[in-house]
């Protein structure tokens, strides 16, 4: 019984209340873990960072309930788009998400976080405050990599969050990718 108790308590602390997907420390550990996976394995690696763009705005103009139910929305298509078993999506933090995608090449990851993407706008959550479209979007940044010995996670993380970036700042509602 108490066994049984701990494994759930394990479990509840790796999961986003809100969302009811992993959050930041299971994303963390899951990293960690496919990152020494794919070196092992020699295989390849995709991360995904996704942000609702112009969120604050809609919590302004809609209130923080709307917020919530925007979030997990979101988190529902994020968790329906990534169901294989090297596959996992958490909340990442605030109004971003992150995706980590084994044994998938750089080109798969773009397809899959464009269907994100798209999925995500039709959802058409109206957001009266967007710059230019009147729905919820996401912009999404993609990094991939085949790690080893000699590279760091760090660095396709950082690598996923400078493409998402580069996505918001050209424009928003859109993905971009790297490779390192």
Known sequence: ELQRANTQLRQL?????????????????????EWR????????LALLMCDIDHFKQFNDHYGHRAGDECLRRIAAVLDRCFQRAAEFVARYGGEEFAAVLSGVDSQTAMERAEAVRREVEALAIEHARA????????SIGVAS??????????????AADAALY???????????????
């Open 145 to 158: 990599t085949e790690p080893t010995q000699k590279t760091r996670k760090e660095a396709l993380l950082d």
């Open 13 to 33: 602390i790796r999961v986003d209340k809100l969302t009811n997907i992993g959050n930041r420390r299971a994303f963390d550990e899951r990293f960690d873990l």
């Open 37 to 44: 996976r794919c070196q092992r394995a020699t295989g390849s």
């Open 131 to 138: 710059a230019k479209n009147r729905f919820v979007t996401v």
């Open 166 to 180: 580069q996505a918001k700042e050209n424009g928003r509602n859109r993905v971009k990718a790297t490779a390192i």
